[in-house]
């Protein structure tokens, strides 16, 4: 009897521990892939990263997790995804810029397109972002568009016809000048071609080059928006406003009679999920997505990397890429001469 008294309480001891395991087990969270198209280290990657990272703070039925599937500058993860089964819990950082090259190819035969994008169905923004030109320290604009006129300048920011180029390109032909695009896998290794001297200028998004902006080893030179870009700060800690293409703040360098607003295009992206999926997991996300911008770590970190508060959900995030897929085709009517 003096036995069983010292065992009973190791044994519901044990029930109790075996009970919780079970428990943790059923209610383990699901795990939820969210693929980047783009390089660890660029604009998108850092940007699904922190909002993987809010995810999983905001709520606890779903793991969050990021993985890099590169390639054709989004096309392949695209391809991968629209081919994937409905029913796959993943989730896809869809840019705005192959839906912009999706169309060109369509209308112009500028690509092939072996893939249904109509299958990737955005749901949410995460990723809206001004795009900036920089050039190397001691470059100025009236440098870059000089070269531009004279023989022409090449750009790192994009595959050809990326958002990047559409930006720049339709802004240098309406100068009288040209451009060729020098493709890069991501962010940070077309920051880099500027920097090793094999393209003239770069044009992306801020979270990547604010350190390298007041470290002195970027300039930023022009913002592709209808106000100045405010934010950066030099090496000397000064505030740096960058001058726009639109309105009261447009670089005085450019010509005063032109129209530059065909090259103000969204940037950056969202997420989609796959068409077809069940209904209650695409609420789920829409859901998660609301949280995460109402997370004050998260809306902060966007904030602090210079990037817009911009929130589309469901429909209305649907025609919001509608909207921006025009504007984008606007613009590559200007590029191809039209």
Excluded at 191 to 207: M, N, R, W
Excluded at 307 to 313: I, W
């Amino acid at each position: 009897m003096k036995n069983l008294k010292r065992i009973l309480p190791m044994l519901l001891a044990l029930v109790m521990v075996f009970t919780m395991a079970i428990g943790t087990a059923a209610y383990a969270a699901e795990t939820v892939k969210v693929i980047c198209p783009y390089g660890a280290g660029g604009v998108a990657d850092l940007v699904t990263r922190e909002y993987a990272k809010a995810a999983n703070n905001v709520q606890s039925d779903y793991n969050f997790i990021v993985e890099n599937l590169t390639g054709g500058d989004g096309f392949v993860a695209n391809a991968t995804f629209s081919e994937e089964d409905p029913a796959t819990k993943d989730l896809l950082v869809m840019g705005y810029g192959v839906c912009y090259r999706v169309d060109a190819a369509a209308k112009y035969d500028t690509e092939e397109v072996d893939f249904d994008l109509t299958k990737n169905v955005p749901f949410c923004t995460i990723d809206d972002r001004t795009w900036i030109m920089f050039g190397k320290p001691g470059t100025t604009l009236a440098d870059v568009l000089a070269k531009a006129k004279d023989g022409g300048i090449k750009m790192s920011g994009g595959n050809p016809l990326s958002d990047p180029h559409l930006a720049l390109g339709t802004l240098i032909l309406a100068e009288g000048g040209k451009v060729q695009p020098i493709p890069y896998d991501g962010g940070a290794e077309q920051k880099k071609g500027l920097t090793d001297g094999e393209v003239d200028v770069f044009v992306g998004g801020s979270p990547v080059t604010k350190a390298d902006v007041e470290a002195g080893t970027l300039v930023p030179l022009l913002a592709f928006s209808d106000k100045p870009f405010e934010g950066f700060v030099g090496p000397d800690g000064n505030a740096i406003s960058v001058p726009c293409i639109v309105g009261e703040g447009k670089a005085p360098e450019l010509n005063a009679d032109n129209d530059y607003s065909a090259s103000i295009l969204a940037g950056g992206g969202g997420l989609a999920t796959h068409e077809g999926c069940d209904p209650a997991f695409r609420e789920a996300m829409t859901e998660i997505a609301k949280k995460v911008w109402a997370d004050d770590e998260f809306s902060g970190w966007v904030a602090g990397a210079l990037l817009n508060n911009f929130q589309k959900y469901g429909d209305e995030a649907v025609d919001f890429y509608g909207e921006a897929r025009e504007k984008a085709m606007n613009a590559y009517a200007i590029l191809f001469g039209e």
